[in-house]
C-alpha cells in the first residue's frame, strides 16, 4: 500500500482521521473517529477487561496502529487510572509523522509532544512513551509474527475485510486467539457473519454488541480457556 499519501479528513465529532487513496477507504468511522475507538476498542476492550480482571497492568496488541488514536486513547487510560500498560501494535504502512503532527487528538503542547513520541519512537524495540506506558511498534505484518499466549486485550484494527481479505481470514483469526492469554479479550469494529464463524471456530465466545454511531453492530470475542 505504499504509493500515495493518506489525506486528513475531519469527522462527525470534530476528531480527524485519514483517507487511504489507493484503498479508497478511511482509517475510522466518518461519524467520529474518537467516537468509534473508544466505543469499540476502549470500552468494549481495555475497560472490559478491567471491570473484569481489575489487574495493575495490562498487555494490548494491536493489528493496524494508524494513525495512533487507539494508542493515545489507550495512554490517557493508563494516565487517568494509573494502569501500566505494554502496548504492542503492528503497522507495515506507518503514517508519516509529518502528516501525524497535523491531526487534532491532542490539545495541550505537552500533550501533543507526548502524542507525536508515539510515532516518532524507534521501531522494533520497547519505548516508555510515559512512566505507565510502554510501546512496541513492528513493521512486521501481523501474519508473520510470532505471538502465543502474550495479550489480555487485542485491538483488531485492520481495514475492512472487503479492502484487506488476507487479514480476516480463518488462519489469521485463529492466529490471533492463540495470542491472547485465558480470559483474553478481542474487539473488532466488523460485525460481518464470516468473522464472527471464524471467531467462534477459533474457540472465541463471540458477544454481538451495539455498534458505534453509523454502525448497527460490533464484536467481541472472549478467550475463556
Known amino acids: 500500500m505504499a504509493g500515495k499519501k493518506p489525506e486528513i479528513i475531519l469527522t462527525n465529532d470534530g476528531s480527524h482521521s485519514l483517507r487511504h487513496p489507493e484503498l479508497n477507504e478511511t482509517y475510522h468511522s466518518q461519524h467520529g473517529a474518537i467516537r468509534e475507538s473508544m466505543h469499540v476498542f476502549i470500552k468494549a476492550g481495555l475497560m472490559y477487561y478491567i471491570e473484569n480482571h481489575s489487574p495493575n497492568e495490562i498487555t494490548i496488541g494491536e493489528v ?15 494516565r487517568q487510572y494509573g494502569i501500566k500498560i505494554l502496548y504492542e501494535t503492528f503497522e507495515p504502512y506507518p503514517v508519516p509523522p ?68 488476507g487479514l480476516w481470514t ?9 495470542a491472547l492469554r485465558p480470559g ?10 464470516a468473522v464472527r464463524r471464524s471467531m467462534a471456530e477459533a474457540g472465541f465466545r463471540v458477544e454481538k454488541l ?16
Open 64 to 78: 493496524g496502529f494508524g494513525t495512533g488514536l487507539n494508542a493515545w486513547l489507550s495512554l490517557a487510560f493508563s
Open 170 to 178: 480463518p488462519d489469521i483469526i485463529k492466529k490471533m486467539y492463540l
Open 184 to 193: 483474553g479479550i478481542f474487539v473488532t469494529y466488523s460485525a460481518k457473519g
Open 98 to 165: 509529518e502528516l501525524a503532527k497535523q491531526l487534532n487528538y491532542a490539545d495541550s503542547i505537552t500533550d501533543r509532544e507526548i502524542f507525536m513520541k508515539l510515532h516518532q519512537s524507534p521501531w522494533e524495540k520497547p519505548v516508555f512513551i510515559t512512566e505507565n506506558f510502554i510501546l512496541y511498534k513492528t513493521k512486521s505484518p501481523i501474519e508473520n509474527a510470532e505471538v502465543i499466549s502474550k495479550w489480555d486485550v487485542l485491538f483488531f484494527d485492520a481495514f475492512s475485510p472487503g479492502k484487506q481479505p
Open 210 to 225: 451495539p455498534g458505534p454511531p453509523g454502525k448497527r453492530q460490533m464484536l467481541r470475542g472472549i478467550k475463556t480457556e
